[in-house]
Each structure stands twice: as structure tokens, then as C-alpha cells.
């Protein structure tokens, strides 16, 4: 029954929270907060919702809105540089799980000096130390970055997504409000929505996983599973758009605690060699790398496509277990879920990345955790099946 626990000191949780950030701040006791975010959150209003209440209570406050998608080492640099005479005491990270990464590795590298690279952080390092006191509110229900204890930084030298973990990249807070997540468009609703589902499933089967990664896979699987469909042909639907919300940083609590596996360990390679956004490299991997590992671990799997409703409960092990696959095989083919191929990946250039892409995947450890763990072989295996 050991276990380490990890989870934000506080999380508000619902419809409109957002606008609570001030009583957040005082509660952590930060009065002059940098928001960490991306140009669409500024252009698009979302950033108003924070700031409009910040501006009414006469906060001030700084904005480093540069981030781009799936952060890279040289915009961690840049942000840096943003932050470096700024007298702040604390750090608000508003938008996809992007800008929250990045604002984590600002933090970590905050606390580390000056000229330290972030690559020196990435696993095996434990990455514990942070300058400031960090508040993360999503956009997207998605990554559940607000509430791990890690952080994804492409190392554009190598061409690596680097995996950064410890309590430094665990926010100490998050507000956690659906609303924000409405005008989430439908392919990036798909993507973080099995990215999500991708936590969720992965965290229950880990190695790794314990009594606590359990209770918050199930809530999860529970959440996502039945609306995972449904927020992607209803952007309207409130309850869907709340459920994947509250299911998302759920399945990063259970990650967070249990660790990936298989399918992350390789779908970080498709990212960073071809610029596949997360969740959708997630996806691309999720049904091979699933009937891959179904038997070591069919009672856990079985389990799960009972939770998510892809399953009857009066389903045995085997016959849920098959249902499970053919669920992630169905929910692919209808949230428009390209493989490597009809997403524009020539099969010479994903032939010639295979070893490295196999070799980053290993390195990372996140296949240790795998109910069957792969070598090589395998590896290169599943990854030559989805390129068809
Ligand atoms: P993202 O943050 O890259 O956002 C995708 C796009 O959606 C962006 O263009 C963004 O501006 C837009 N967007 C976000 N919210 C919106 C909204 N409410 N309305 C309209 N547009 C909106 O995507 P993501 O999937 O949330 O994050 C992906 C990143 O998170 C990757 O770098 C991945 O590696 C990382 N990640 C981190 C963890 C962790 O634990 N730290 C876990 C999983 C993934």
C-alpha cells in the first residue's frame, strides 16, 4: 500500500471559476502574477476573463502571450529573457496544455540561474525545484497539465520532446472552468479530448499505477468515455463541454500518479519529428498499441471499457476487451483521426526516423510502464503497422 501521492494544493472547480482568480491570488499570498499564454487565447477575448477581474481589484501584472504550440526549447529561452527584470511573485499559466508547459519550464528554469538549459531537467533528472508559486487554468480539456507534475519541452537541437518531471512542474494551483473551453475548435476538441481519454486508459493499466492513480482513472474513463463523441459534433453541448473538462484534469491527477505508458512514450517522437499535434499522435497510436498490450492486462482494460460505456457490465473480461478496441478503432474513424500517412508523412521519411523515433521512445521510460513492455522490435513494429 505505499504510494507517493501528488495533486495541486488547491483546485477551484466550475462553471465561471475563472473569475475567482483574485481570491485565488490572496489566498497564495501572490500580488504581482506574470500570465504565461498564446496569442489566440489574447485574440480571441479568453484572456479577459482573468484580467478584467485582476483590473478591477488593481493587480498588476505582466503578459508574455509568445508561446506557440507544442513548446520548444528557444520560446522556454524567450520567455526567460521576458521575465528576467520583472519583480513578480507568482505565475498564472492560461491556455492549452502549451502555454502551461512553457510556463512551468520558465519556472523551473527561474529557479535554476542563469544559462542552465532546459534539457538538464529532462528524466531521469528530478526536476523538484521551481522559482514561484504556480496557478494553471486550461483551455482545453486535454492535457490535465494543471494538475501533473510534468512538463514537454522539444528539444529543437535533437528533435527530442523531452520529458520534464517533478514538483517543480506541479502547479500549486488551478481553476478549472469549462467555459473557457467552448470555443475550442472541433479537431483540437478531438485531439485533447483523446489525449484525455489517452491518460485516463494508460494511468489504470501503468505498472505503476496504485489505490489513488485508480479512483481518479475511474472518474475519468467514467466522464470522458460517454461524451468524448459528443463534444465533437456538439461544440454547444455545455454538459459534454463540462464532463471532458472535469474528466480531463481528472486523467491528469491519474497520470500524474501512475505515469504513462506505451502510447506516449512513442506518440512524443511523431510530435517532434513531424509536428503532429499531441493528442492526435495519442490517437494514431492508441488502437495498435492497445491490441498490443489488451492480454497482459485484460481484466484492467476490461474494466476500463466498462467505466467508459463502451461496454455492458455484463460483459466478460474478453468480450469487453474486444469491445474496447473496437470502440478506439470506431472513435478514430469518426473524430476524423488521420494516421501518419493521410496526414502527409511519406513512408521514406517515417522509414528513416523509425530508429530514432524507437530509441527516444525507450529513453523516455514511459514503456516500462506498459502492462507488456516492448524492446525495439516491437516498437518498430507498431510503428510501421500505423503507417499504412
Ligand atoms: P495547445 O495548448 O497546443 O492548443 C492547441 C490550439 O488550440 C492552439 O492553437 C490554442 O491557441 C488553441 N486553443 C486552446 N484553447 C482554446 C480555446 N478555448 N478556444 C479556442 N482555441 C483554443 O493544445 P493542448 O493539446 O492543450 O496542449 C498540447 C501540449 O501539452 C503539447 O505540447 C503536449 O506535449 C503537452 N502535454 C503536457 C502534459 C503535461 O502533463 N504537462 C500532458 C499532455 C500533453
Known amino acids: 500500500m505505499d504510494m507517493n501521492v501528488f495533486a495541486p494544493r488547491h483546485m477551484d472547480i466550475g462553471s465561471g471559476a475563472s473569475s475567482r482568480i483574485v481570491a485565488m491570488l490572496a489566498r497564495l499570498g501572490v500580488t504581482r502574477p506574470l500570465i504565461v499564454t498564446d496569442p489566440i487565447m489574447v485574440s480571441l477575448g479568453l484572456i479577459d476573463r482573468i484580467i478584467e ?4 481589484a488593481g493587480i498588476g501584472y505582466h503578459v508574455f502571450s509568445e508561446t506557440v504550440p507544442e513548446p520548444v526549447d528557444t520560446i522556454i529561452e524567450t520567455g526567460i529573457r521576458f ?17 502551461i508547459d512553457t510556463a512551468k519550464a520558465i519556472n523551473i528554469l527561474r529557479g535554476a540561474g542563469q544559462g542552465v538549459p532546459i534539457r538538464d531537467f529532462k528524466v531521469p533528472y528530478v526536476a523538484d525545484h521551481a522559482a514561484l508559486p504556480l496557478i494553471a487554468i486550461p483551455t482545453t480539456a486535454g492535457t490535465g497539465s494543471e494538475a501533473t507534475r510534468f512538463t514537454v519541452i522539444t528539444d529543437t537541437a535533437t528533435d527530442e520532446k523531452m520529458l ?5 512542474a506541479l502547479p500549486v494551483a488551478a481553476i478549472v472552468d469549462f467555459e473557457l473551453s467552448m470555443s475550442v475548435p472541433p479537431r483540437t476538441t478531438a485531439d485533447t479530448g483523446i489525449d484525455a481519454f489517452t491518460h485516463a486508459l494508460e494511468a489504470f493499466v501503468s505498472r505503476r499505477a496504485n489505490l489513488v492513480s485508480d479512483g ?17 459534433r456538439e461544440p454547444d453541448n455545455r454538459a459534454a463541454r463540462e464532463a471532458m473538462m472535469l474528466g480531463a484534469t481528472m486523467a491528469g491527477l491519474a497520470f500524474s500518479n501512475a505515469s504513462v505508458a506505451l502510447v506516449h512514450g512513442m506518440s512524443r517522437p511523431i510530435g517532434a519529428h513531424f509536428h503532429v499535434p499531441h493528442g492526435m499522435s495519442n490517437a494514431m497510436l492508441l488502437p495498435a ?3 498490443y498490450s489488451l492480454n497482459a ?31 478506439l478503432d ?25 530508429p530514432v523515433m524507437a530509441a527516444q521512445a525507450l529513453a523516455s521510460g514511459s514503456p516500462a510502464n506498459n502492462p507488456r513492455v516492448p524492446d525495439t522490435a516491437a516498437i518498430l513494429d507498431i510503428y510501421a503497422q500505423i503507417h499504412r
Open 53 to 56: 477581474p485582476l483590473d478591477q
Open 289 to 291: 498499441v492497445t491490441r
Open 330 to 354: 470506431s472513435i478514430n474513424h469518426d473524430l476524423g483521426v488521420p494516421n501518419p500517412h493521410a496526414f502527409g508523412i511519406g513512408r521514406d521519411s517515417w522509414d528513416e526516423r523509425l
Open 83 to 99: 521575465a528576467a527584470g520583472l519583480d513578480i511573485d507568482g505565475i498564472i499559466a492560461f491556455g492549452g496544455g502549451s502555454p
Open 164 to 168: 520534464i518531471a517533478g514538483l517543480g
Open 216 to 232: 481518479y482513472a475511474r472518474i475519468a474513463l467514467r466522464l470522458i468515455g460517454p461524451h468524448l463523441r459528443t463534444v465533437y
Open 297 to 327: 492486462a485484460l481484466p484492467r482494460y476490461a474494466e476500463a471499457a466498462r467505466l467508459a460505456g463502451f461496454a455492458p457490465e455484463s460483459d466478460a473480461d474478453q468480450l469487453a476487451g474486444a469491445r474496447l478496441l473496437e470502440q
